[in-house]
T-cell receptor, first 114, second 119 residues
Framework: AQSVTQLGSHVSVSEGALVLLRCNYS??????LFWYVQYPNQGLQLLLK??????LVKGINGFEAEFKKSETSFHLTKPSAHMSDAAEYFC????????????FGGGTRLMVKP | DVKVTQSSRYLVKRTGEKVFLECVQD?????MFWYRQDPGLGLRLIYF???????EKGDIPEGYSVSREKKERFSLILESASTNQTSMYLC??????????????????FGPGTRLTVL
């Protein structure tokens, strides 16, 4: 069984500051890893995903994440926050050898101060 | 663009009512999912379907059932709604190259959600 922990249910940054959203997972087999974003009153949208290959993954809107197997982490970063980044972010994991079901973390709400 | 639509954005029902939540996708995806989203708990999978008339239980199937009579439509049914089923319900779909035991790297595409309140 796999699980996902997102440290910090709320994160607040100033506009232009670094964004760091943390995600740690546990999985009995190498996982596929995902970050989704949910803007207010909308469904989830894929930001980026790691399946195989390069461990640094670039996504939309300037976000990137690095898969660190030794730390079982997949933290999401963006060098400079924009007001439009305010949203809820979800990390998700799926074992790479079975099915299509995702396990989601509890979510982190990102607030961006002017 | 993939489009996943859900029949209602907001729904208010009374305890004991039978509730139908409908989801339609227009990209011929094999897989469809129903999640509920609660603050601090993220998304939890209720049911999953990988083909017409096929379904699998997710993490929290109790109190719910599903129906998939056509490939593009996946319905979530609350047989007798209860107040603890007040939540946001999200539908998603994804393509796959094989059956449920074949892994797929493809993305899940989400609908806008239905916020259900049970009084």
């Amino acid at each position: 069984a796999q699980s996902v922990t997102q440290l910090g249910s709320h994160v607040s940054v100033s506009e232009g500051a670094l964004v760091l959203l943390r995600c740690n997972y546990s999985s009995s087999v190498p996982p596929y890893l995902f970050w989704y974003v949910q803007y207010p009153n909308q469904g989830l949208q894929l930001l980026l995903k790691y399946t195989t290959g390069a461990t640094l993954v670039k996504g939309i809107n300037g976000f990137e994440a690095e898969f660190k197997k030794s730390e079982t982490s997949f933290h999401l970063t963006k060098p400079s926050a924009h007001m439009s980044d305010a949203a809820e972010y979800f990390c998700a994991v799926r074992p790479n050898n079975a099915g299509n079901m995702l396990t989601f973390g509890g979510g982190t709400r990102l607030m961006v101060k002017p | 663009d993939v489009k996943v639509t859900q029949s209602s954005r907001y729904l208010v029902k009374r305890t004991g009512e039978k509730v139908f939540l409908e989801c339609v996708q227009d990209m011929d995806h094999e897989n469809m999912f129903w999640y509920r989203q609660d603050p601090g708990l993220g998304l939890r999978l209720i049911y999953f379907s990988y083909d017409v008339k096929m379904k699998e239980k997710g993490d929290i199937p109790e109190g719910y059932s599903v129906s998939r009579e056509k490939k593009e439509r996946f319905s979530l049914i609350l047989e007798s709604a209860s107040t603890n089923q007040t939540s946001m319900y999200l539908c998603a779909s994804s393509p796959t190259s094989g059956g449920p035991t074949f892994y797929s790297t493809d993305t899940q595409y989400f609908g806008p959600g239905t916020r259900l309140t049970v009084l």
